[in-house]
């Protein structure tokens, strides 16, 4: 499509002298289905469209007002460095200009410092650049976001079933018109047919979110399109404005649309290190259990944006049939997601220092799994904060006990409902090994032991030099944890792969996977 079919406002706003301040040529212009977007070198300019979807409304000038001044308030929370102000437009005879005059506006701007196109998470990622340190540090900063992110009574509500079905029915409806075009009537049909049966299965579980406050007023559209690293920092921006009922959700939400997003690409890696690290921030494991259901429902709604994107004139040929392709994987995506897997638990050994969690993190990208480490469950326990130092009170007997408890409750949990878990602890003692053995045959889980080993020098070493951890293990802990640890039995030895830490890992745990 040539500039001349593009709205006279947006035409103009492709010249350079549109604007007061100096700008990089050529302006460069983005497009979604409800907005244009205007690079001009050190700030950007969102438009809204004039459409009405439904679910988004912005069919009048005031409605648009309305939803910059809202966006601007929503981001500036998050990252007020990008959000900067809404701007009017007016018209003075055929040219339109910026001003302060409300009452004359013709339309409205949103204005946001510009950064670098490479900096998104999306182009980083099609540059494979994206690395797992940046997704340990999305996890920390979604699970910092979303642990400040406010609830109330009114937005509880908003996790009653009837509520998020309503979310949910619309997507269906909306797209029903794009079967035979980017998705099968099967597809269709099955991928309803799972969620409506989800809401009637899992009914305890939306209750608990609400009981939990866990239902808060998220992000609502977090993929790597919508995350940067700017002056160093995770930024989560263009956070969902328009419509309450996509923001005011679980956080389990907002963290299955980057996990989506990730698997979707080809990286389920990545979204592995992602989950795994925003999860043992928040201790929130049992939200795990809505995580299949909103991976559905992501790669539903991204399929459905971009079937939208097919019914707008404004946008070109070749990006219609990109859209078409996109479409068309990711409604296939979210019946993929439909489709049960089958869970297992795998059972770490071995001292502190012997490399349990190194490997656990290294098996958990493998296996798609989750890793549940002792470390961060005993201090959601106890209420301390991961990365602060444990005093003796959360080390007794007692405190233990409970501890591996409450791991072993957790691995149960997530495999029944199909995940592959790690129980990351040093399960030293016959008894806490066997109970996990007893748990697995009992509800017919697979079961790996997975003994980690390096000599004692190695240990003490490692353990003197490790920082920046959640575990509290120091090297005169060494000696009574060699005393008290009990020998693998016969029977345990048919569970078992022990892997020594100093050597290749990959090549000693094939038969794992």
């Known amino acids: 499509m040539t500039d001349s079919a593009l709205p006279r406002l947006i035409q103009q706003m492709l010249e350079p002298d549109f604007y007061p301040h100096s700008v990089q040529e050529p302006i460069q212009l983005l497009q979604t289905h409800i907005s244009f977007i205007l690079l001009t070198g050190e700030y950007a300019y969102k438009i809204k469209k004039i459409v009405n979807f439904g679910f988004l409304d912005y069919s009048t000038l005031e409605k648009r007002c309305y939803f910059c001044e809202q966006e601007l308030k929503m981001n500036q929370q998050q ?277 349990k969690s190194t490997t656990a993190r290294k098996l958990s990208k493998q296996l798609n799994a989750i890793h549940i480490r002792s470390d961060a469950v005993r201090k959601h326990l106890a209420n301390v904060p991961l990365y602060e130092k444990g005093e003796e009170e959360i080390y007794t007997p007692e405190m233990t006990e409970k501890t591996y408890k409450r791991l072993l409750e957790l691995g149960l949990l997530l495999a029944k409902q199909g995940f592959w878990v790690i129980l990351d602890a040093k399960y030293d003692q016959q008894e806490r090994r066997g109970e996990v053995i007893e748990t697995c045959n009992t509800h017919q889980l697979p079961l790996q032991i997975v003994e980690c080993t390096a000599p004692m020098d190695i240990l003490q070493d490692r353990l003197q030099q490790r920082q920046g951890d959640i575990a509290d293990a120091t090297v005169d802990l060494l000696t009574s944890q060699q005393a008290k640890s009990q020998p693998f039995t016969d029977y345990e030895k048919n569970y078992l792969t022990t892997i020594d830490t100093t050597q290749n890992i990959d090549q000693q745990w094939k038969k794992l996977y």
């Open 79 to 355: 990252a007020p460095e990008l959000y900067l102000e809404v701007l009017p437009i007016i018209e003075i005879g055929d040219r339109f200009q910026f001003s302060d005059n409300h009452d004359q506006a013709v339309e409205y701007a949103l204005k946001m410092r510009q950064f670098p196109q490479e900096d998104l998470l999306i182009d980083l990622f099609n540059q494979d650049k994206l690395t797992m340190k940046e997704m340990e540090e999305l996890g920390k900063a979604v699970a910092d976001f979303h642990l400040k992110c406010p609830t109330n009574e009114q937005i509880l509500k908003f996790g009653i079933i009837a509520q998020i079905r309503h979310s949910i029915d619309g997507n269906y409806q909306k797209t029903q018109k794009y079967i035979g075009c980017c998705q099968t009537q099967d597809q269709y049909e099955q991928t309803k047919q799972y969620t409506d049966s989800f809401f009637e299965t899992h009914e305890a579980i939306f209750k608990s979110r609400i009981e939990n406050r866990w239902i808060r007023e998220c992000h609502g559209d977090l993929h790597l399109k919508n995350i940067c690293i700017y002056q160093d920092k995770i930024l989560l921006f263009d956070r969902i404005e328009f419509n309450q009922e996509f923001r005011f959700v679980d956080v389990i939400y907002d963290v299955a649309f980057v996990v989506m997003d990730l698997e979707g690409r080809g990286r389920a890696d990545l979204g592995n290190r992602f989950l795994n690290t925003y999860i043992e921030q928040t201790g929130d494991w049992e939200g795990l259990q809505l995580l299949p259901f909103y991976l559905t429902r992501q790669a539903y709604v991204r399929a459905k944006v971009n079937s939208l994107i097919l019914d707008d004139p404004a946008i070109a040929e070749e990006q219609k049939e990109i859209a078409k392709q996109e479409a068309t994987q990711y409604y296939k995506l979210a019946w993929q997601y439909t489709r049960r897997s089958s869970g297992g638990i795998v059972m770490m050994s071995g001292l502190s220092g012997s490399g």
